[in-house]
């Protein structure tokens, strides 16, 4: 079936530091949604993208959607202590189950000691 | 309502035990989806509901877990029998199905503990 491989697990940020994290899939997607969850919250949704090569911005985090569709990467820029958190993404690919999307298993964020 | 809303935000039970879950989707939102997020673990899938369609069952761990859907709206999840692996945040998830509709709206979850 499906999979999809979020990278890194997780890492540590310093403030203003800029931050990258992707996901890969098996199979070709024709979404990609980026979530954060803060601690005793569900996810909320952060960016959403739709055509291979979309390149979308919220504030200081981008995102694209990958021209292979199998890829979607989310950049945080000049990062802040409240961005600390999980980051997931998740993609809807063609037929399968589970409402055709799948989610990663996060990357965590964390400030650095 | 503004936002999907679950009850009870919290709740413990009893090995053995039987247990509802409570959402209550975003109004008009067509799709309805549960997962299970076990502690500093990723989402897992359990049910998704469309309409009036069949629901996608395919994630249920086993046949002690259901889930209905009335009217389009509410949905209830059951476990039956709780046992102690099943504690985890319950999440319930809505969205628009067609146009913005893989977005997926996110309650706040329910934490249980199985003792």
């Known amino acids: 079936g499906q999979q999809l491989n979020q990278s890194p697990q997780s890492m540590f940020i310093q403030e203003g530091e800029d931050v990258s994290m992707n996901c890969t899939s098996s199979s070709i997607f024709n979404t990609w949604l980026w979530y954060k969850q803060d601690p005793g919250e569900g996810p909320v949704l952060l960016i959403a993208l739709y055509k291979a090569g979309e390149l979308t911005s919220n504030g200081r985090l981008t995102a694209q959607f990958g021209i292979t569709r199998k890829d979607s990467f989310l950049n945080i820029s000049a990062s802040i202590p409240s961005d600390v958190g999980i980051y997931f993404c998740?993609?809807?690919?063609?037929?399968?189950?589970?409402?055709?999307?799948?989610f990663g298993k996060g990357t965590k964020l964390s400030v650095k000691p | 309502g503004a936002g999907v809303s679950q009850s009870p935000s919290n709740k413990v039970t009893e090995k053995g035990k039987d247990v509802e879950l409570r959402c209550d989707p975003i109004?008009?939102?067509?799709?309805l989806y549960w997962y299970r997020q076990s502690l500093g673990q990723g989402l897992e899938f359990l049910i998704y509901f469309q309409g009036n369609s069949a629901p996608d069952k395919s994630g249920l761990p086993s046949d002690r877990f259901s889930a209905e859907r009335t009217g389009g709206s509410v949905s209830t999840l059951t476990i039956q029998r709780t046992q102690q692996e099943d504690s985890a945040v319950y999440l319930c998830?809505?969205?628009?199905f067609g146009q913005g509709g893989e977005k997926l709206f996110f309650g706040s979850g329910t934490q249980l503990s199985v003792l």
């Open positions: 998830a809505s969205s628009l």
């Open positions: 109004s008009g939102h067509t799709a």
């Open positions: 998740a993609g809807r690919g063609y037929g399968g189950s589970q409402g055709n999307l799948i």
